[in-house]
T-cell receptor, first 115, second 113 residues
Framework: EPEVTQTPSHQVTQMGQEVILRCVPI?????FYWYRQILGQKVEFLVS????????KSEIFDDQFSVERPDGSNFTLKIRSTKLEDSAMYFC?????????????FGPGTRLTVT | KNQVEQSPQSLIILEGKNCTLQ??????????LRWYKQDTGRGPVSLTI?????NTKSNGRYTATLDADTKQSSLHITASQLSDSASYIC????????????FGPGTSLSVIP
């Protein structure tokens, strides 16, 4: 069964460094998303991406974040200058069609630890 | 303010028993409500999706109900199994935009032998 994959599973970085989290969505899906979950807290929406551009983003998704689909398969989340409070599990998701009507499939997550 | 609340916060049940998890929301205008199962350290997995016009949806041993008037939903699990131990998250989205996707805090379910 097709699945969303994410790499790395765990990333440790120092405060102020840039990190890139990678995701490979399900191949025929058109909509892509990033979520984060701080330990012990709710999952929070970050951004959605469709047709090679951001379609929606939350208040959390500020200028230090960016997303890109550099080729036909990868979908990346870049955090330019990491802060301690960026430590969280980051989930990528994809869906075949618009979120309102289609299932979202989540990846296993990347645990980001900022020291 | 758009909010999703869930109860109980945690629940322990014996294998084979049934249980019901609750979700109350104030998200408006309502688009759809989803229940997800999240195993520890894993991504959420969709169980059910319900729109305004649907008041019940089943997926195997999982049955979700929705009362759009009272803004309440429930997830009923029948004949629980040890593998049902997970966090169950209620997610409500608004009709207008993605950034109105509101996740509940989840109910942590433990099924014991």
């Amino acid at each position: 069964e097709p699945e969303v994959t994410q790499t790395p599973s765990h990333q440790v970085t120092q405060m102020g460094q840039e990190v890139i989290l990678r995701c490979v969505p399900i191949s025929n899906h058109l909509y892509f998303y990033w979520y984060r979950q701080i330990l012990g807290q709710k999952v929070e929406f970050l951004v959605s991406f469709y047709n090679n551009e951001i379609s929606e983003k939350s208040e959390i998704f500020d200028d230090q974040f960016s997303v890109e689909r550099p080729d036909g398969s990868n979908f990346t989340l870049k955090i330019r200058s990491t802060k301690l409070e960026d430590s969280a599990m980051y989930f990528c998701a994809s869906s075949e069609g618009h979120y309102r009507s289609y299932e979202q499939y989540f990846g296993p997550g990347t645990r980001l630890t900022v020291t | 303010k758009n909010q999703v609340e869930q109860s109980p916060q945690s629940l322990i049940i014996l294998e084979g028993k049934n249980c019901t998890l609750q979700c109350n929301y104030t998200v408006s205008p309502f688009s759809n409500l989803r229940w997800y199962k999240q195993d520890t350290g894993r991504g959420p997995v969709s169980l059910t999706i319900m729109t305004f016009s649907e008041n019940t949806k089943s997926n195997g041993r999982y049955t979700a109900t929705l009362d759009a008037d009272t803004k309440q939903s429930s997830l009923h699990i029948t004949a629980s199994q040890l593998s049902d131990s997970a966090s169950y998250i209620c997610v409500v989205s608004a009709q207008t935009s993605y950034d109105k996707v509101i996740f509940g805090p989840g109910t942590s379910l433990s099924v014991i032998p």
